[in-house]
């Protein structure tokens, strides 16, 4: 195998995890402090997607885009966190599973209603619509560098915020143990609305900031759900740490899949979540 | 996990079974046109209402929380249709047995792996094992891959050289299918009542204390974990049956995902609950899709209203409802 | 596969005897209702998820082409019915049925997926409703599980891609690598393209297949490119073309010479933007065709729908045609269905696509044509095949 060759399919599966990062992230901090299996994580993420779409064909810009879709998508995980889930917590986790379902089909039928059934695309802006040439027929997007830049970004600011800051406490108090956060008479009805509305912005992020390299479509929300949860499992619930390394092992075990084993490439990715969780019952950083 | 029915619920359970088993009378004369059709509707309710009953026994009975217990499902199913000669009949007593013995082999080997995990670990093991179950019928070209694969000639059902059942007569499979649905109901009972029953139900409340009694869990789960997979095999089973397809979809997360949701909504834990869960779900969606192209939106919010309105589920709303008649004077 | 033919084929004539008898015993009420009562057409098509799109576009434009002869079949008054396919095969029988016994639709349109189209045809063929497939190019339907009730107003997957083969080869193109997602459509259609490809003398470099749906081809991106190719044959269809086209480009592929079956462009390609330029598909049909029938048709559609028509449209529009001219000959008797099934086997239809007739198997004998994407449009090359049949291999009938 060539090295060049090898070299660049590495790229190829780094980049591929940092945006899987990207969109799990959300979901193992709603995961970690509230304990909510939130099914509608892919909805966040679609409607963000149709957010950057909409707004990019209004405004002209996709950055003003995707900086009004944030506080947007924000919004709409607060409300849904405020109205619902708040009346949940009590409850069987199955509960919510079953109300972040109900959550999903609505959302679906809102995103036909309001956007149509069409498939669109995002033009990927001006300034970045250039490439590094690699080899004399493979050159790499600009736009895909500054994503996985903005990705590992996200990842870095996270991991400060995680590891430093007194909310970053709370979170880390809230995946080891819930009830004791309560205990230390945190406003728990707060901080679990803001955990909701970050989750719900980061997936909206995910969805808007990758419009140019993907298609906004009728249920690409359901798609990349499943993803999202073999990453965060994979990687131990509520641990940010783990979702990043399980983002980085799903991408290149996706690529490589792909490369090296193509008659099994369906099976590789389920097949290393189901050996990791074999080996780790816990994931690997739970 | 419920172990006691109170008198009135199960007068009321019964009450609604007459109605279903009777549908074959009423039913043609208040539905005329459309009473075959309907009928045949039923039978692929009841189908779910197995499979979600099976599925009950480990999410609410074992406190195992499975999304890939569709693969039993398919495998089911594709066990009929691999099985089957192409121009000829199968003979029911020789498939029935091999096939679900094939699904139990199956769910032993995945159980087996799954079980060492636990909550939302668990979930995450069975869909991958469920996907991967997906994905093998869909890649190979063993079945008619991604377009699926017929059973021509439906199996029979002979003893002693005459047949007992026309399963290509949609009446006489309603009734096989309440048949299956009654039996398997009635068998779970029996299961939760006996020894092993009681420890699957401790396992599901406290694993740790069930341990300490010196039983071991994992053996207990594991049985449990065989007997839903191989129930899952015979709903599947049917569901081939009844239209003679078999598609990979049928394997998929969204099938196991549509069946936790029946579970859930239904009342985790109570074995009649998911089969009303089953009932509602479907025949909510028939009639909303009936009236509105937009369906999904009336049922997100009857989902998202249940689960505020009913803590447990349809069930938990008639327990409340026929114990508390039952307290009053 | 030739007793299980008999046997479904005796049913199906036990059904029309019954279906005879029941007609006969009831004349003069079926008479009576025969110029009143509706005609009941049945749509199982997707309207929620990913195909949502494509089951709107195959409505919407059989409504108007009913319209536009007068809302009315064989004289008779036509009810639409319409079931929710969500594209899932796992529903498919039971959907076909609700439509077929539940709503005893006279006509069945439907569907795109086709996984679901399999499972619908193994309804049909025992009840034996008139159903027109108005996209799923499962070749099995016209193929191996053809019957006298089942027609299709589309394509067949090996079709749209057959032409492609020897244009390649034409070009210049003699090494090529396909690529598509692992499923029976992707692999009938780069079985289509290869027959032809290497029948004129092209070469296979590898086969290249994703799973479905995946819409990660970064890493087969990259594969391409070590490759060398002097083409690239994919199929794609939907937002998965749309990803692929735009990530193609991306990855600097554009020096090797991108190909498809139509699907790969259509309906998707203002999404796609600068990326498509070059694109080279053939497709039973192509919007910029300069014919009185497209150039009204597309008036028509956007007027009606404000939004631009596609080749799913197209299919269709026509589906509604076929039907229109068989109910035509038997003057709205849909009891009289070995009168109704010939006059449709005989349809000549003058599509938006050029006029076209049914092969043996029911499956449009039609032209596929050239074309490539310059400026933002699709242009029309030229005629790739013409009055290219399906096949239909396994198909016994006629």
């Known amino acids: 195998m060539d090295f060049w060759f090898f070299l660049i399919q590495l790229l190829n599966g780094v980049q591929y995890g940092l945006l899987l990062f990207l969109v799990a992230s959300g979901l193992t901090l709603i995961f970690g402090i509230m304990g909510i299996i939130n099914l509608a994580h892919g909805a966040f993420y679609m409607l963000g997607a149709y957010l950057a779409w909409w707004l990019a064909g209004v405004t002209g810009s996709l950055v003003a885009a995707v900086l009004l879709s944030l506080p947007i998508a924000a919004l709409v995980g607060y409300v849904i966190e405020a109205v619902l889930v708040r009346t949940l ?169 792909k490369v090296f084993v193509p008659d099994f490439a369906s099976f590789t990715v389920y097949g290393v979540m189901a050996a990791v969780l074999l080996w780790k019952p816990r994931g690997l950083f739970a | 996990m419920i172990t006691h029915i109170p008198k009135r619920l199960a007068i009321l359970l019964l009450v609604l079974l007459v109605v279903l088993a009777l549908f074959p009378l009423w039913g043609k004369l208040v539905f005329a046109a459309k009473f075959t059709f309907l009928m045949q509707k039923l039978t692929g309710i009841m189908i779910l209402a197995i499979l979600a009953m099976s599925l009950d026994l480990l999410v609410g009975v074992a406190g195992l929380v499975s999304l890939g217990h569709a693969a039993f499902f398919g495998l089911g199913g594709y066990m009929l249709a691999l099985m089957s000669p192409q121009y000829d009949a199968a003979n029911l007593w020789l498939v029935l047995p091999a096939g679900l013995a094939g699904v139990a082999a199956a769910a032993l080997v995945v159980g087996f792996l799954s079980i060492r995990t636990s909550g939302i670990y668990f979930i995450m093991v069975t869909l991958a094992f469920g996907q991967m179950g997906f994905y093998f019928f869909n890649d190979s070209k063993l079945a008619g891959g991604s377009d699926g694969a017929y ?41 939760l009542a006996s020894p092993f029953g009681r420890v699957i139900s401790a ?105 505020l309105l009913l803590p447990k589920g349809l069930a938990g709303l008639l327990l409340k409802w026929t114990d508390r008649k039952e307290d009053g004077p | 596969m030739d007793i299980a033919k008999t046997v479904t084929r005796r049913t199906i004539l036990q059904a029309g005897a019954v279906a005879a008898v029941g007609v006969s015993g009831f004349v003069p009420t079926r008479f009576a209702i025969g110029n009143t ?131 390649a080869v034409e070009r210049g193109l003699k090494n090529v690598v396909t690529m598509s997602w692992k499923y029976a459509a992707g692999e009938e259609a780069l079985a289509g393209f290869e027959a032809n490809f290497t029948k004129h003398g092209g070469k296979v470099v590898k086969q290249i297949m994703v799973p479905f749906p995946s819409d990660e081809f970064q890493a087969n991106l990259t594969e391409i490119a070590s490759l060398k190719p002097d083409g690239v044959f994919v199929f794609f269809a939907g937002a998965g073309a749309l990803k692929f086209v735009k990530d193609y480009a991306a990855a600097g592929l554009k020096s090797i010479q991108l190909m498809g079956s139509g699907f790969l462009t259509d309906g998707v390609l203002k999404g796609q933007g600068e990326a498509a330029e070059g694109v080279l598909t053939t497709l039973h049909y192509a919007d910029a065709l300069d014919t009185p029938e497209n150039k009204a048709f597309r008036a ?37 269905k070995p009168a109704l099934i010939d006059a449709m086997e005989k349809a000549v239809i003058k599509s938006p696509r050029g006029t076209f007739t049914l092969s043996k198997a029911h499956n449009p004998v039609q032209d596929f044509y050239l074309r490539q994407v310059k400026g933002g449009q699709e242009i029309v090359v030229g005629v790739a095949e013409k009055a290219l049949a399906d096949p239909a291999t396994g198909c016994k009938m006629g």
């Not at chain 2, 050289?161 to 009972?189: E, I, Q």
């Not at chain 2, 081939?240 to 985790?268: E, K, R």
């Open chain 1, 89 to 257: 917590y009590k409850r069987d986790h199955l509960d919510q599973v079953l109300l972040t379902y109900g959550l999903i089909l609505i959302f679906n039928e809102a995103q036909r209603i309001f956007w149509g059934n069409d498939v669109h695309g995002v033009a990927v802006p001006q300034a970045l619509a250039w490439s590094f040439k690699l080899t004399e027929t493979l050159s790499y997007p600009a736009y895909r560098v500054v994503l996985s830049v903005v990705c590992g970004a996200l990842a870095l600011v996270m991991y400060f915020v995680i590891a430093k800051t007194r909310f970053g406490m709370w979170v880390r108090a809230g995946a080891s143990n819930r009830e004791m956060v309560a205990a230390l008479g945190i406003n728990v009805k707060l901080l679990f609305g803001l955990v909701f509305a970050i989750g719900a912005a980061l997936a909206g992020l995910a969805g808007a900031i990758s419009t140019p390299i993907t298609s906004v479509a009728p249920g690409m929300g359901d798609t990349v759900l499943i993803i999202c949860f073999v990453v965060v499992v994979i990687g131990g619930v509520g641990s940010v740490k783990g979702a990043f390394l399980g983002a980085l092992l799903i991408g290149l075990a996706d690529t490589f899949g």
């Open chain 2, 151 to 191: 059973i021509y000639v439906k199996p029979t059902v002979e003893a002693f050289g005459t047949t007992l059942v026309n399963l290509d007569d949609k009446l006489s499979f309603f009734y096989v299918t309440l048949g299956v649905l009654v039996g398997v109901y009635a068998l779970l009972r029996v299961l």
């Open chain 2, 203 to 307: 396992i599901g409340v406290n694993e740790y204390r069930v341990q300490g009694l010196g039983f071991n869990p994992m053996a207990y789960k594991l049985v449990a974990f065989t007997i839903a997979g191989t129930i899952a095999g015979l709903a599947g089973f049917l569901a081939a049956t009844q239209y003679g397809f078999v598609n990979p979809a049928m394997l998929g997360w969204h099938q196991s995902g549509h069946v936790l949701v029946m579970v859930i909504l239904g009342g985790m834990g109570t074995l009649f609950g998911p089969v009303l869960g089953a009932f509602v779900l479907e025949l909510a969606h028939f009639a909303f899709e009936s009236l509105t192209e937009h369906w999904l939106l009336p049922m997100g919010v009857m989902v998202i209203a249940i689960v």
């Open chain 3, 37 to 167: 009562a509706k005609v009941k057409v049945g749509f199982l098509l997707p309207y929620t998820g990913t195909y949502a799109g494509l089951g709107e576009a195959i409505t919407n434009a059989f409504k108007l082409a009913v319209e536009e002869r007068g809302g009315k079949m064989g004289g008779r008054e036509i009810q639409y019915v319409a079931v929710d396919s969500e594209a899932n095969p796992a529903k498919g029988p039971e959907n076909t049925n609700k439509l077929v016994t539940g709503e005893n639709v006279d006509f069945l349109v439907g569907p795109v997926h086709s996984g679901v189209a399999l499972g619908m045809v193994k309804v049909v063929r025992e009840s034996g409703t008139i159903t027109v497939i108005a996209n799923a190019g499962a070749g099995a339907a016209t193929g191996p599980l053809c019957a006298p009730n089942i027609f299709r107003t589309s394509f067949t997957n090996w079709q749209a891609s057959y032409p492609m083969g020897k244009v």
């Open chain 3, 300 to 336: 028509a559609y956007s007027k009606s729908f404000g939004k631009e028509a596609d080749v799913y449209a197209v299919q269709g529009y026509d589906a509604a045609q076929l039907l229109v001219q068989g109910m035509a000959a038997v003057k709205g008797d849909t009891g009289a």
